[in-house]
């Protein structure tokens, strides 16, 4: 389809593993954003790229996360030595105006 | 204070009946969205707004910048019209979106 994608859809993993998590946005989509969403909270922005730069780290929760973006397209989410804290569903959106187009989501469990 | 508040937070209501959610924000902003996340499902956008009023079937959304509010109506509420609506405000400094905390809404046939 031509929406966007994520993988894995579910991940479980020990504590203190790293994890990788991949968005393919909608092509052409020039804004890709990372969000998740811990059991009965709301969503918490993380991180958003124009393009492969990303201007606003503010919501990385600690430096045991971080992102990157190639090409302009698929951006991965990475956590270091896991927490059961991080334990939550991942969501990635694109957009290339302001409307958000949301992937349906990972779900990570640490154990 | 939260710099996105909705109220109410739940809601239940009986099919058929006229549903308004609130949305009051505290900052500048270049955008409101509204969006809809079903349970164990993803979350679909259903609005931007930056001024005035957009409908879309059932679904009504209305902003207010002066007052800093925007509502999301639905009108002959049904069942599948359940699910969680989320309001998010977009700063007009960038591209953050600033999230409510969400309605949980059901709909009772």
């Known amino acids: 389809g031509a929406g966007v994608s994520q993988s894995p859809s579910n991940k479980v993993t020990e504590k203190g593993k790293d994890v990788e998590l991949r968005c393919d946005p909608i092509s052409g989509h020039t804004a890709l954003y990372w969000y998740r969403q811990s059991l009965g909270q709301g969503l918490e922005f993380l991180i958003y790229f124009q393009g492969n730069s990303a201007p606003d780290k503010s919501g990385l929760p600690s430096d045991r996360f971080s992102a990157e973006r190639t090409g302009g397209s698929v951006s991965t989410l990475t956590i270091q030595r896991t927490q059961q804290e991080d334990s939550a569903v991942y969501l990635c959106?694109?957009?290339?105006?302001?409307?958000?187009?949301f992937g349906p989501g990972t779900r990570l469990l640490v154990l | 204070k939260n710099e996105v508040e909705q109220s109410p937070q739940n809601l239940t209501a009986q099919e058929g009946e006229f549903i308004t959610i609130n949305c009051s924000y505290s900052v500048g902003i270049s955008a409101l969205h509204w969006l809809q996340q079903h349970p164990g499902g993803g979350i679909v956008s259903l609005f931007m707004l930056s001024s005035g009023k957009k409908k879309h079937g059932r679904l009504i959304a209305t902003i207010n910048i002066q007052e800093k509010h925007s509502s999301l109506h639905i009108t002959a509420s049904h069942p599948r019209d359940s699910a969680v609506y989320i309001c998010a405000v977009e700063m007009d400094s960038n591209y953050q979106l600033i999230w409510g905390a969400g309605t949980k809404l059901i709909i009772k046939p």
């Open positions: 959106a694109s957009s290339f105006h302001a409307v958000q187009y």
